[in-house]
């Protein structure tokens, strides 16, 4: 069984909204979002600190995305407001056990999910 586990995506036109969603069987310290678009690095998109809450956001989806943790529910949201045609990627839930780095936050996951598709369209 996946430790991470992501559903929700799909496709929508500019401007609209999604929401993607990942059950994590284990506690972490650090849960988030890191999207990729085939033939380009990484690119860490948010993550949450499991305790305290604290957030982080990449420069690029500032304002637009918000991520939460229902700890009841061991699940990680990413809600994906106003999206853009350069959002298209596949998102990956992944996790750390470590607190979430200030900064280095983007690059420290070392567990990941199987990555749910979003398509955006001009």
């Known amino acids: 069984q996946a430790n991470l586990v992501e559903s929700g995506g799909g496709s929508v036109q500019a401007g609209g909204s999604l929401r993607v969603s990942c059950v994590h069987r284990?506690?972490?310290?650090?849960l988030g979002w890191v999207r990729q678009v085939a033939g380009k690095e990484r690119e860490g998109v948010a993550a949450i600190a499991t305790v305290g809450g604290d957030q982080y956001y990449a420069d690029s989806v500032k304002g637009r995305f918000a991520i939460s943790h229902d700890k009841n529910e061991n699940t990680v949201y990413l809600q994906m407001d106003n999206l853009k045609p350069e959002d298209t990627a596949m998102y990956y839930c992944?996790?750390?056990?470590?607190?979430?780095?200030?900064?280095?936050?983007?690059?420290?996951?070392?567990?990941w999910g199987q990555g749910t598709q979003v398509t955006v369209s001009s």
């Open positions: 284990w506690n972490y310290d650090c």
């Open positions: 992944a996790a750390d056990h470590f607190r979430c780095f200030a900064r280095n936050w983007q690059t420290q996951f070392e567990v």
